[in-house]
């Protein structure tokens, strides 16, 4: 596999030299998910994909490292099997794209707010330049720059500084309970009462607002989560804040993927809702 990878990346860096001495534009294009984010597509194509594969991965670490062209797919797939996961919640836009593109773009989902963005969670990359260098920033633990931070700037440059080969990311244990509340809100008044929440320290993780429904993510420890839940649902029935109450739930059981369902313009639960108490939240 090593022997592969340092092929592919002898190749692109032939295919980069050549296009510089002969002034060739180069498009980079890994799963092509995000055609639609930036300026208009010009250039010669550069697959990237061919240049995949999980490094290093060690879950006690927290730290896990990719090559560019490394499916979003796999790379969730093996941090799920050790509870973890990226905390920015990359958006797939209804595709599988690469880890390459993730970062590039530096797109994050809803938990950005409460978690930080893509590039807070970038800790080392390898970069190939326009002139066929290969350049390494940044490292693999948490604090290991001194002065410019050049691998967080890479995150959201589209490329326009090179191919960024190799991805070190910082990964988060999953939560242990997650729920996601519909509430029939108006937009204003949503923003209002996620404001409030969260100055009120609960543990919310996404908020979304989405053809006259807000949508609200509780993430944490399950007493907590649960807590929340009732807060919530007091505050909307006009109740103190802190009564009991049990609140309308998605499914009645922990939410399905928030950011990306609500992106592809349905309910997680396809407008099926299971009540657990009196009224509708």
């Known amino acids: 596999m090593a022997a592969t990878a340092d092929a592919v990346l002898a190749e692109l860096r032939e295919r980069v030299s050549a296009a510089h001495r002969t002034r060739q534009a180069l498009r980079l294009r890994g799963s092509g998910t995000k055609d639609f984010y930036g300026e208009s597509l010009a250039g010669e194509v550069l697959e990237l994909h061919a240049h995949q594969g999980i490094v290093d991965y060690e879950p006690s670490e927290l730290v896990i490292t990719a090559r560019c062209g490394t499916p979003l797919s796999e790379i969730e797939a093996a941090l799920a099997a050790h509870g973890q996961f990226l905390a920015f919640e990359p958006p797939a836009f209804g595709a599988d794209p690469s880890i390459g593109g993730v970062i590039a773009a530096g797109l994050s989902g809803p938990r ?80 209002e009462s996620f404001n409030r929440w969260s100055a009120l320290g609960v543990p919310i993780s996404g908020g979304a607002w989405w053809q006259g429904s807000a949508w609200v993510r ?64």
Request: glycine share 14%; hydrophobic share 40%.
């Open 112 to 191: 950005r707010v409460y978690a930080g963005a893509a590039r807070d969670f970038v800790l080392g990359t390898r970069l190939l330049t326009g002139d066929g260098e290969v350049l390494r920033f940044g490292g693999q633990v948490m604090k290991n720059v001194a002065g410019f931070d050049v691998s967080r700037l890479l995150c959201g440059s589209l490329g326009i500084l090179g191919i960024i080969t190799e991805i070190s990311l910082k990964v988060l244990p999953r939560p242990r309970a997650e729920e996601t509340l519909r509430l029939e809100l108006p937009a204003a008044a949503a923003v």
């Open 218 to 281: 509780l993430s944490g420890a399950l007493p907590a989560v649960r807590s929340a839940r009732e807060r919530i649902g007091a505050a909307r029935a006009g109740q103190p804040f802190g009564s009991p109450y049990a609140a309308e739930t998605t499914c009645g059981a922990p939410s399905q993927p928030f950011p990306r369902t609500l992106h592809a313009g349905f309910c997680p639960c396809q407008g099926q809702t299971a009540r657990s108490g009196a009224g509708v939240v």
